[in-house]
């Protein structure tokens, strides 16, 4: 079989490696060029591009539309859309928390490094890293507890999944400010006292008027 091969693309050789694996070259004029195995697709290309002393033209890597890398945030994003739990969801539900997991896997790790969180292993995150990532939404405090459970969600997939053994978000507590009475200023509250002393119903009930 060498031989035929031999025969049909002068240059051609094999031989074995130090693990014992069969490896294919091509030699000429002191050059040696290797080879898929003539079994191997793209083997009469990359002969002719040695032959010719250029470099092999390597296929363009296409992106498949919601393509993820195994172990992401993006794989664990197709799993959960795939659970029974999100499918039994009404239709305003998942929008809105489809909404928010997305908005999570567009941003950036780095503000200046294009790497997403969809692209990022779960097992990769720490809990300093959600702290932060929720720092950056100090001013929108609502914003950042949805954001939270967004990431939750993920996470919940990757736990079920055994791509962790630990919730890194387990530890993270977010609760938006609070936004009912402040406390009375001290010079407020002796004006108070002073209207309405001890036994009238104002002191008595809570009320705070005068």
């Known amino acids: 079989m060498e031989q035929r091969l031999k025969d049909e693309y002068p240059g051609v050789s094999s031989y074995k490696d130090r693990h014992g694996k069969t490896r294919w070259r091509y030699r000429a004029n002191g050059r040696l060029v290797p080879l898929p195995a003539p079994n191997e697709r793209g083997f009469k290309e990359a002969y002719r591009a040695a032959v010719e002393g250029r470099k092999t033209r390597k296929a363009p890597v296409v992106t498949m539309p919601g393509a993820a890398l195994p172990g992401t945030f993006g794989a664990a994003e197709r799993r959960l859309k795939a659970s029974v739990k999100w499918l039994a969801l009404d239709d305003s539900t998942r929008f809105k928390n489809s909404r928010l997991v997305e908005e999570f896997l567009a941003l950036r790790v780095v503000p200046d490094h294009p790497l997403t969180w969809r692209d990022v292993p779960v097992k990769n995150l720490r809990r300093v890293h959600v702290e932060e990532l929720l720092g950056h939404f100090i001013a929108t405090p609502h914003k950042a507890k949805h954001l939270l459970v967004a990431i939750r969600k993920l996470v919940y997939v ?5 791509w962790i053994e630990i919730d890194p978000t387990a530890a993270v507590e977010w ?13 407020a509250m002796q004006k108070f006292e002073q209207r309405w002393p001890l036994g009238t119903a104002a002191r008595t009930t809570g009320w705070r008027s005068g």
Do not use: F, N, Q
């Open 175 to 187: 609760r938006p400010a609070y936004t009912g009475w402040k406390a009375w200023p001290h010079e």
């Open 158 to 162: 990757a736990v079920r999944l055994d």
